[in-house]
Each structure stands twice: as structure tokens, then as C-alpha cells.
T-cell receptor, first 113, second 113 residues
Framework: TQLLEQSPQFLSIQEGENLTVYCNSS?????LQWYRQEPGEGPVLLVT?????EVKKLKRLTFQFGDARKDSSLHITAAQPGDTGLYLC?????????????FGKGTLLTVNP | DTAVSQTPKYLVTQMGNDKSIKCEQN?????MYWYKQDSKKFLKIMFS???????INETVPNRFSPKSPDKAHLNLHINSLELGDSAVYFC????????????FGSGTQLSVL
């Protein structure tokens, strides 16, 4: 079973601060995704990273895939209240487990005005 | 138009009852899923269907029975509801079977009393 550990589990910061969320595994993933989920809604895909060492930017969000494709990080610069939500990483395995995503338990981010 | 829609949004019922949750996607996707999110926000796959064919059936009690009348619909029927079934159930779809990009519905919050 492939497991994804996310840290921290909870994060409460002030508007304007920077933060980093981590997603780690002992397994290698063919790709890794980050989703954001707001209360009462389903997760929405933010980004997919595929290549080891890959860095993708989405406005103030920077996503990195580890060289060994076992871990990933999400860095938010100058956080805003609109960034509040549950951030989930999800890994797609190689071979037969490509058919399903393994989700981490999420990081609940609160950005206070 | 909502891409993945599921009904009802909220479902409150007594232990032992039978209930169904419906899901429809208008994206023309081949693959649909049911995920369960527990009180700790952990998202776990239950089933996936590809072109009406069952592909993934995780360790789910056989009280849960998915049905896919066509590739745009995937319904979930639950027999003899138990307290532990209380959770948020998400329907999702993806363009093809091994696609990592999932589109989620807004969830059905099931409360078993």
C-alpha cells in the first residue's frame, strides 16, 4: 500500500505570511497532484507534477516534485484569506495502481486577515 | 452547468435503512469514481467504473453496491446503513481510466443516526 504523509496537519497564519506544506512517501509515484478543497465542496485540482525535480508555479503557489518522485512540496507566498482551505496531495502509482490515486490526509490552512 | 453533480447534498437517515446517492457527469468522461471522506478529511477510493465496467472495488462492505447505467452516471446504493457509514461521499470523473485529473462533485454528507 502506498502511503502519503502530509505535514503539517493544521496551519493557521496571518495574511501576508509565507508557508510550505509537505507531502512525503516511501513509495515512488509516476505523478503527484495537489488539490484544494473548500468547505462543502469537492477537491479541485491545482497542479500535476510528473518529472523528478519539476517545479511548477501557479501565481503565488509553487509546487515541487522531489528528484526521486517520492515527495512534493507546496509553497505559498504572501498568503491571502482566499487561500484558506484543505490542501490534499495525491499520488498516482506505477504499473497496475495507475488506476487510482492515493490521497494524503491533507493540510488544513487558515489564513487570517 | 455543473460538471459532476450528485444528489442529495445532505442525507440524514436511521440505522438499518437503505439509501441511494446519484451522480451524473456531463463532461463526456469515460471513468467515474466514488470516494469516501471521513471525519478527519481522509479521502479514500471506494469504486471506479470505466465505460460502465467495474475496475476498482476497494475493501468496501458488500452493503455498498455501485451501479452504472451508462458512462455518464454512477449511483451508489447502501443497504442496512450503520453508524460508521456516516461520512461525506464524493463522486468524481476522469477523461480516461489512467488519467490523474479528477473532477469531483460537491459531495453528499451522509449522517446515520
Amino acid at each position: 500500500t502506498q502511503l502519503l504523509e502530509q505535514s503539517p496537519q493544521f496551519l493557521s497564519i496571518q495574511e501576508g505570511e509565507n508557508l510550505t506544506v509537505y507531502c512525503n512517501s516511501s513509495s515512488v509515484f509516476s505523478s503527484l497532484q495537489w488539490y484544494r478543497q473548500e468547505p462543502g465542496e469537492g477537491p479541485v485540482l491545482l497542479v500535476t507534477v510528473v518529472t523528478g525535480g519539476e517545479v511548477k508555479k501557479l501565481k503565488r503557489l509553487t509546487f515541487q516534485f522531489g528528484d526521486a518522485r517520492k515527495d512534493s512540496s507546496l509553497h505559498i507566498t504572501a498568503a491571502q484569506p482566499g487561500d484558506t482551505g484543505l490542501y490534499l496531495c495525491a499520488g498516482a502509482g506505477s504499473g497496475g495502481s495507475n488506476y487510482k490515486l492515493t490521497f494524503g490526509k491533507g493540510t488544513l490552512l487558515t489564513v487570517n486577515p | 452547468d455543473t460538471a459532476v453533480s450528485q444528489t442529495p447534498k445532505y442525507l440524514v437517515t436511521q440505522m438499518g435503512n437503505d439509501k441511494s446517492i446519484k451522480c451524473e457527469q456531463n463532461l463526456g468522461h469515460d471513468t467515474m469514481y466514488w470516494y469516501k471522506q471521513d471525519s478527519k478529511k481522509f479521502l479514500k477510493i471506494m469504486f471506479s467504473y470505466n465505460n460502465k465496467e467495474l475496475i476498482i472495488n476497494e475493501t468496501v462492505p458488500n452493503r455498498f453496491s455501485p451501479k452504472s447505467p451508462d458512462k455518464a452516471h454512477l449511483n451508489l446504493h447502501i443497504n442496512s446503513l450503520e453508524l460508521g457509514d456516516s461520512a461525506v461521499y464524493f463522486c468524481a470523473s476522469s477523461q480516461v481510466l489512467a488519467s490523474e485529473k479528477l473532477f469531483f462533485g460537491s459531495g453528499t454528507q451522509l449522517s446515520v443516526l
